[in-house]
């Protein structure tokens, strides 16, 4: 007897068990059911339902297009940065201001720029590791009747290849060893060798320097540099292509050409005197770059008797840069996807408060059948998400799709520098989250208003 009663509690557990799992798969066939019924409406109304998804589809687009041309700038200012060197900065000669009498005089003498005593008061500042001085010739480079047009000879130090990142296709640099003796050797840059060099190794062959009639030296290359890839805001702080540069030794450009440079045209010469036309400083840490760029400027400043001819620059503007435009495209982004997705919830709520019109007699139905307000709430929630879902994942697709063709628009377009573009991962995810959100928010109202319908009323609805 006391086993037969130890067996009812047993019974009774195994009834609630059975009852639980029961009620389990009565509300997994329910949402599988409403979720069928919300696709089934969808394929019903094809076009009413692309046109209720479609500001969700233009926004979710937006979002991750914006983004990826957004990333893709961010990665080139990167790639920039790391060619330049984080810890670099530029301090560039840069012409003054020229008064219009000064441009009339058919001959003219400028003197500016920074000077070799600048060089030695910038050796003093704290934090330094390197310090490159550069001069720019402005002398032509030519070989066997080949004219590099875009070349520019610079004289400098054996540090610069380093300090700038400047590394080797085939040969080697010149070293202390050439600098000290005024050697007439030079490393040449990718492009100045695509020019002068078409069909043959450029290496051990010999280049002038200078033009006809005037002082000219002809220098063996040594080294070709790789291409750079500094392109952008990269070139533009230079000032040049590096691709297109001739090093030589600072020491052997001063012995052939001293500091002036004469530019003689029709009815006009220009004598530049320049003593070096850019220093670049490399500091020991990242963080030492913006204060002891304003050190350099002032230190300038105090020898330059207020003449503004000189640039101070760090190619970790260039992050800065990228990152003020991310900034304004994520600004940007967030308007146009704002004004699409509220336009997409505003689209879906009226929508489906037509359509609970449309369905009241049927929510009656299902009300007297014994379905309670919160199953009526699930079954508009359910297929208000699936609208927006399904928005969300054309949005996706789409917007990939826009992303990945940026690259291919800028190719047809010659004048336009091709942009790579970076899709983010957590673009595409929070797209499709935040679709979702818009889907149960907007439904909420139209789902509440259907689960309060009177059953009785619902039914005598024609």
Same mark, same amino acid.
């Given at each position: 007897?006391?086993?037969?009663?130890?067996?009812?509690?047993?019974?009774?557990?195994?009834?609630?068990?059975?009852?639980?799992?029961?009620?389990?798969?009565?509300?997994?066939?329910?949402?599988?059911?409403? #979720?069928?019924?919300?696709?089934?409406?969808?394929?019903?109304?094809?076009?009413?339902? #692309?046109?209720?998804?479609?500001?969700?589809?233009?926004?979710?687009?937006?979002?991750?297009?914006?983004?990826?041309?957004?990333?893709?700038?961010?990665?080139?200012?990167?790639?920039?940065?790391?060619?330049?060197?984080?810890?670099?900065?530029?301090?560039?000669?840069? =012409?003054?201001?020229?008064?219009?009498?000064? &441009?009339?005089?058919?001959?003219? !003498?400028?003197?500016?720029?920074?000077?070799?005593?600048?060089?030695?008061?910038?050796?003093?500042?704290?934090?330094?590791?390197?310090?490159?001085?550069?001069?720019?010739?402005?002398?032509?480079?030519?070989?066997?009747?080949?004219?590099?047009?875009?070349?520019?000879?610079?004289?400098?130090? =054996?540090?610069?290849?380093?300090?700038?990142?400047?590394?080797?296709?085939?040969?080697?640099?010149?070293?202390?060893?050439?600098?000290?003796?005024?050697?007439?050797?030079?490393?040449?840059?990718?492009?100045?060798?695509?020019?002068?060099? =078409?069909?043959?190794? =450029?290496?051990? +062959?010999?280049?002038?320097?200078?033009?006809?009639?005037?002082?000219?030296?002809?220098? +063996?290359?040594?080294?070709?540099?790789?291409?750079?890839?500094?392109?952008?805001?990269?070139?533009?702080?230079?000032?040049?292509?590096?691709?297109?540069?001739?090093?030589?030794?600072?020491? &052997?450009?001063?012995?052939?050409?001293?500091?002036?440079?004469?530019?003689?045209?029709?009815?006009?010469?220009?004598?530049?005197?320049?003593?070096?036309?850019?220093?670049?400083?490399? /500091?020991?840490? /990242?963080?030492? !770059?913006?204060?002891?760029?304003?050190?350099?400027?002032?230190?300038?400043?105090?020898?330059?008797?207020?003449?503004?001819?000189?640039?101070?620059?760090?190619?970790?503007?260039?992050?800065?840069?990228?990152?003020?435009?991310?900034?304004?495209?994520?600004?940007?982004?967030?308007?146009?996807?704002?004004? @699409?997705?509220?336009?997409?919830?505003?689209?879906?709520?009226?929508?489906?408060?037509?359509?609970?019109?449309?369905?009241?007699?049927?929510?009656?139905?299902?009300?007297?059948?014994?379905?309670?307000?919160?199953?009526?709430?699930?079954?508009?929630?359910?297929?208000?998400?699936?609208?927006?879902?399904?928005?969300?994942?054309?949005?996706?697709?789409?917007?990939?799709?826009?992303?990945? @063709?940026?690259?291919?628009?800028?190719?047809?377009?010659?004048?336009?520098?091709?942009?790579?573009?970076?899709?983010?991962?957590?673009?595409?995810?929070?797209?499709?989250?935040?679709?979702?959100?818009?889907?149960?928010?907007?439904?909420?109202?139209?789902?509440?208003?259907?689960?309060?319908?009177?059953?009785?009323?619902?039914?005598?609805?024609?």
């Amino acid at each position: 007897m006391g086993g037969g009663d130890r067996d009812v509690p047993e019974r009774d557990s195994q009834r609630t068990t059975d009852n639980g799992l029961l009620t389990t798969e009565s509300m997994l066939n329910f949402l599988l059911e409403t #979720f069928r019924l919300g696709l089934r409406n969808l394929v019903l109304h094809k076009l009413r339902s #692309f046109l209720t998804a479609l500001g969700i589809i233009l926004g979710v687009a937006a979002v991750i297009c914006m983004v990826a041309i957004g990333e893709g700038a961010k990665q080139v200012a990167l790639a920039q940065l790391r060619q330049l060197g984080a810890k670099n900065i530029l301090i560039r000669s840069s =012409p003054p201001a020229i008064s219009t009498e000064a &441009t009339g005089r058919s001959s003219r !003498v400028l003197s500016y720029g920074l000077h070799r005593d600048d060089l030695d008061r910038l050796t003093t500042l704290p934090r330094l590791a390197k310090i490159v001085p550069m001069r720019d010739t402005e002398q032509k480079v030519t070989h066997g009747g080949l004219l590099a047009g875009s070349a520019h000879a610079i004289g400098t130090v =054996p540090d610069a290849f380093d300090v700038i990142n400047l590394p080797l296709a085939r040969g080697h640099y010149f070293n202390q060893i050439h600098y000290d003796e005024k050697a007439s050797v030079c490393v040449i840059g990718a492009s100045v060798a695509k020019q002068l060099f =078409p069909f043959e190794d =450029p290496i051990g +062959t010999e280049v002038q320097i200078g033009a006809s009639g005037r002082s000219t030296m002809i220098c +063996t290359v040594i080294g070709v540099l790789d291409p750079t890839g500094v392109r952008g805001e990269g070139q533009k702080m230079i000032g040049r292509d590096l691709d297109d540069d001739v090093y030589f030794p600072l020491s &052997t450009a001063r012995s052939a050409f001293g500091d002036a440079v004469v530019n003689i045209k029709a009815g006009s010469m220009e004598r530049k005197i320049i003593e070096l036309s850019e220093i670049w400083i490399q /500091v020991q840490e /990242v963080d030492d !770059v913006e204060p002891i760029a304003l050190i350099a400027e002032n230190t300038l400043a105090n020898f330059h008797a207020g003449s503004v001819d000189y640039v101070v620059k760090a190619p970790l503007d260039i992050l800065r840069a990228a990152e003020a435009s991310a900034r304004s495209f994520d600004f940007l982004i967030v308007g146009i996807a704002s004004i @699409s997705l509220l336009v997409g919830g505003i689209g879906i709520m009226n929508i489906m408060l037509a359509t609970v019109t449309e369905r009241t007699r049927e929510i009656g139905i299902r009300r007297a059948l014994g379905a309670k307000q919160r199953h009526i709430t699930l079954q508009f929630l359910i297929e208000t998400t699936v609208i927006s879902l399904t928005g969300g994942l054309i949005g996706i697709s789409l917007g990939i799709l826009a992303a990945k @063709s940026v690259p291919l628009i800028a190719r047809l377009f010659r004048s336009v520098d091709e942009h790579p573009i970076q899709i983010a991962t957590w673009s595409v995810l929070g797209s499709f989250i935040i679709s979702g959100v818009i889907g149960v928010g907007f439904g909420l109202y139209p789902a509440i208003m259907a689960a309060r319908m009177n059953p009785i009323e619902a039914l005598r609805h024609e």
